[in-house]
């Protein structure tokens, strides 16, 4: 489930990296690599991440 993780992390991760590189690189093409890369990641933190986390808590 993608929007626990999103919600955690586009704020933060998405404007830093946006305030980065907005000066060398087109706005909307900069919106849409941080929005899939943003998607990745939360992605990558509910599938594989968070699982893992689970199972050793239940321990």
């Known amino acids: 489930m993608l ?3 999103l ?5 933060h991760i ?4 946006f305030n980065q590189l ?5 706005k ?3 919106v849409s690599a941080v929005t899939l890369l943003m998607l990745g990641i939360a992605y990558i ?9 689970m199972r050793f808590f239940k321990r």
């Open 3 to 5: 929007p626990y993780p």
């Open 28 to 30: 909307y093409v900069l």
């Open 45 to 53: 933190l509910s599938d594989w991440v968070e699982p893992r986390i």
């Open 22 to 26: 907005q000066d060398y690189v087109n």
């Open 7 to 11: 919600y955690l992390i586009h704020q």
């Open 14 to 17: 998405g404007f830093i990296i």
